[in-house]
Protein backbone atom coordinates (compact mmCIF):
# COMPACT_ATOMS: atom_id res chain seq x y z
CA UNK A 1 0.00 0.00 0.00
CA UNK A 2 0.83 3.33 -0.78
CA UNK A 3 1.00 6.32 2.23
CA UNK A 4 1.28 9.93 2.24
CA UNK A 5 3.98 11.48 4.95
CA UNK A 6 4.43 14.56 5.22
CA UNK A 7 8.06 14.77 7.07
CA UNK A 8 9.47 17.45 9.38
CA UNK A 9 13.68 16.82 8.88
CA UNK A 10 15.89 18.22 11.33
CA UNK A 11 13.84 17.26 14.34
CA UNK A 12 14.71 17.09 17.98
CA UNK A 13 13.72 13.74 18.17
CA UNK A 14 12.01 11.19 16.03
CA UNK A 15 8.30 10.43 16.07
CA UNK A 16 4.96 9.94 14.48
CA UNK A 17 3.14 13.39 15.14
CA UNK A 18 -0.42 12.21 13.53
CA UNK A 19 -2.61 12.58 10.90
CA UNK A 20 -2.25 15.96 9.23
CA UNK A 21 -5.35 15.84 6.63
CA UNK A 22 -4.60 12.84 4.64
CA UNK A 23 -0.79 12.56 5.47
CA UNK A 24 0.85 11.19 8.18
CA UNK A 25 3.33 13.55 9.86
CA UNK A 26 6.56 12.34 11.58
CA UNK A 27 9.68 14.19 12.23
CA UNK A 28 12.98 12.93 12.33
CA UNK A 29 16.39 14.21 13.48
CA UNK A 30 18.12 13.66 10.01
CA UNK A 31 19.09 16.32 7.88
CA UNK A 32 17.16 16.62 4.63
CA UNK A 33 20.63 16.18 2.53
CA UNK A 34 21.53 13.22 0.32
CA UNK A 35 19.14 11.12 1.29
CA UNK A 36 19.63 10.76 5.46
CA UNK A 37 16.01 12.02 6.44
CA UNK A 38 14.35 9.76 3.62
CA UNK A 39 16.25 6.53 5.14
CA UNK A 40 15.25 7.94 8.62
CA UNK A 41 11.44 8.39 7.23
CA UNK A 42 11.42 4.64 6.35
CA UNK A 43 13.32 3.34 9.26
CA UNK A 44 10.65 4.75 11.55
CA UNK A 45 7.24 4.05 9.83
CA UNK A 46 8.89 0.14 9.51
CA UNK A 47 9.38 0.39 13.23
CA UNK A 48 6.09 2.42 14.11
CA UNK A 49 4.14 -0.76 12.00
CA UNK A 50 6.53 -3.56 13.52
CA UNK A 51 8.12 -4.45 10.72
CA UNK A 52 11.27 -4.76 8.77
CA UNK A 53 12.82 -1.63 7.47
CA UNK A 54 13.68 -3.06 4.24
CA UNK A 55 9.82 -3.24 3.46
CA UNK A 56 8.89 0.22 3.78
CA UNK A 57 11.04 2.50 0.87
CA UNK A 58 9.92 6.44 -0.48
CA UNK A 59 8.86 5.94 -3.89
CA UNK A 60 7.90 9.46 -4.56
CA UNK A 61 8.85 13.30 -3.33
CA UNK A 62 12.57 12.19 -2.32
CA UNK A 63 14.08 15.97 -1.86
CA UNK A 64 10.38 17.35 -0.89
CA UNK A 65 8.75 17.37 2.67
CA UNK A 66 5.86 15.26 1.59
CA UNK A 67 6.54 11.79 0.22
CA UNK A 68 4.71 8.76 -0.85
CA UNK A 69 6.05 5.56 1.13
CA UNK A 70 5.46 2.14 -0.02
CA UNK A 71 4.71 -0.48 2.51
CA UNK A 72 4.86 -3.81 1.07
CA UNK A 73 2.65 -6.45 3.04
CA UNK A 74 0.66 -4.81 4.67
CA UNK A 75 -3.43 -3.21 3.62
CA UNK A 76 -4.74 0.39 4.49
CA UNK A 77 -6.51 -1.03 6.66
CA UNK A 78 -4.16 -3.12 9.11
CA UNK A 79 -1.92 0.02 8.59
CA UNK A 80 -4.14 2.51 9.68
CA UNK A 81 -4.63 0.03 12.60
CA UNK A 82 -0.90 0.00 13.46
CA UNK A 83 -0.84 3.66 13.65
CA UNK A 84 -3.42 4.00 16.26
CA UNK A 85 -1.74 1.53 18.42
CA UNK A 86 1.28 3.56 18.12
Not at 10 to 21: E, I, N, Q, T, Y
Not at 42 to 61: K, M
Not at 62 to 70: C, Q
Request: proline content about 2%; hydrophobic content about 45%.
Amino acid sequence: MKLTVKVVPGASKDGVMGWLGEALKVRVTAPAERGKANRAVEALVADTLGIASDRVLVVAGHSSARKIVEIAGLDEGEVHRRLLKS
